[in-house]
């Protein structure tokens, strides 16, 4: 599969996510993007902005199957896994699959659940298995997990800790709409409170399995330049230097910047990456995988200003 015909698929899959979602259109870019990548991502933001209803749309627009786990505070990891039991018919232990056995799997309010279960999604992540009572199974090559969480309200929550930040590709907090856009979704959904499913608006599968594989394919072809892989081995480098950061990324966070720079070179229909790449995918690829200092906190400083002050501050190839 050529990149044109990537780029094309994408955008099919962006006009039908817009039959109910209204802006996000960066969201939807990253979400590409880590799909493409084999990775995960992570949405921060504020109740009410589509998070939930955004990750259905798209996964009601790829052919692969859909799981949601809401997550709580007493979940525990079988209520996720599954678990092996007896049945008394055949005298065997026979497994019950969990919510975690789909394709595209939403952790919703991630943050919501104790470490012990939030640690039984690592090995999936990381290594697309499952391990049951010494037992592993095996999931789709296919499987991301697209996790929410409510930055705002912290009672009764437990943040996520770094070795688990780290298996997710990307880390993208939402804003509140522009005005216009609040005006159109207003406009569009002010006939009833509650949230509609992607089904309500028409959204349906516009890629099959098999168009999917072959696109993600494609995105090993695409050229990674010596300057280019330089470039993104300095910004990551210069995380750890700065006096900012209490803690850089480390050289999978360049492993993970470069092979989302090849999707979102797809994505655009070119063969190889450039800076402009490097530069969009930088701040979503490194903001969890670094922590402030806290004489920058103290300054009032954020994680996303010292990211981008280091990102402007690296010299890009020409």
């Known amino acids: 599969m050529s990149n044109e015909t990537v780029q094309g698929l994408a955008g099919r899959i962006r006009s039908e996510v817009s039959k109910a979602v209204i802006g ?3 969201t939807v870019d990253l979400m590409l993007t880590a799909l493409f990548s084999a990775g995960h991502i992570l949405l921060e933001g504020p109740p009410g902005t589509a998070k939930t209803l955004l990750t259905q749309c798209f996964a009601a627009a790829i052919d692969l199957d859909f799981g949601r786990i809401q997550f709580t505070p007493d979940l525990m990891p079988g209520d996720v896994l599954g678990t092996n039991l007896f049945n008394f018919q055949t005298n065997k232990f026979s497994l019950t699959k969990g919510p975690i056995f789909t394709d595209i799997l939403l952790a919703d309010e991630i943050n919501r659940t104790p470490p012990k279960t939030q640690a039984a999604l690592l090995e999936a992540m990381q ?6 009572d010494g037992k592993a199974h095996t999931l789709n090559d296919r499987f991301m997990v ?9 009672q009764g929550t437990y943040p996520l800790p770094e070795a688990q930040l780290d298996r997710f590709l990307f880390k993208h907090v939402l804003d509140y709409p522009t005005r216009d856009e609040e005006l159109a979704i207003v406009t569009g959904h002010g006939n009833r409170t509650g949230m ?6 028409g959204v349906s599968s516009v890629v099959t399995a098999t168009e999917l594989n072959e696109a993600v394919a494609s995105v090993a072809s695409v050229k990674v330049k010596e300057d280019i892989a330089g470039y993104i081995v300095d910004i990551v480098r210069a995380t750890r230097e700065t006096p900012a950061l209490e803690t850089g990324a480390s050289p999978r966070a ?10 979102r070179a797809a994505l655009d229909g070119r063969d190889f990456v450039i800076p402009d790449d490097v530069k969009t995918l930088a701040r979503p690829a490194l903001r969890h995988r670094v922590i402030l200092s806290p004489a920058a906190e103290i300054e009032g400083r954020s994680t996303d200003e010292t990211l981008a002050a280091l990102i402007d501050q690296t010299p890009a190839p020409r």
Not at 146 to 154: F, G, L, R, S
Request: aromatic letters at 2%.
């Open 196 to 201: 509609r499913t992607a089904a309500a608006f």
């Open 254 to 263: 360049a492993a993970a910047i470069a092979a989302a720079s090849r999707s």
């Open 24 to 26: 996000q259109a960066d």
């Open 127 to 132: 290594e697309r298995k499952v391990t049951i």
């Open 146 to 154: 697209i996790a929410t969480q409510n930055p705002i309200e912290q």
